[in-house]
């Protein structure tokens, strides 16, 4: 599974590198299993030139697990989160791809239950 990710995110992350700017494109990585996730950011660091940030659910207590309301900052966010999605999380997500953003889910993050409120 490591060596698809390691294969695959780059591949996909590759497209918002920015070739123009001198700064390092920025990736924020959402998940609730950080350490299968650090391999991936320094590879992406070493490889790509990417400045990755971390952020585990499971290292949060459970009414600060959610992410920044603004992400735009962020070239693109990865979801790597095997368990439920809260709401300001998902809200969060979909405001940045609505926007432009770039986000690519990874594994269970596809069948994540989806929000049940209208958007």
């Known amino acids: 599974m ?8 780059p591949c996909a992350l590759l497209a918002c590198q920015p070739e123009s700017e001198p700064d390092a494109a920025r990736v ?8 299968r996730m650090e391999p991936l950011a320094a590879f992406l660091a070493e490889e790509g030139g990417f400045e990755s940030t971390i952020i585990d659910y499971t290292k949060l207590p459970e009414d600060e697990r959610r992410l ?3 992400v735009s900052h962020y070239d693109a966010v ?4 095997h368990n439920e999605l809260n709401a300001p999380t998902e809200l969060a997500i ?3 791809t609505t926007g432009g953003g770039r986000f690519v889910a990874v594994h269970h993050m596809a069948w994540v239950t989806p929000l049940r409120s209208s958007v």
């Open 2 to 9: 490591q060596r698809i990710l390691l294969f695959i995110l």
């Open 28 to 35: 924020l990585i959402v998940t609730d299993e950080s350490d």
């Open 68 to 70: 920044p309301h603004d």
């Open 78 to 81: 990865v979801g790597y989160i």
């Open 94 to 96: 979909i405001g940045y």
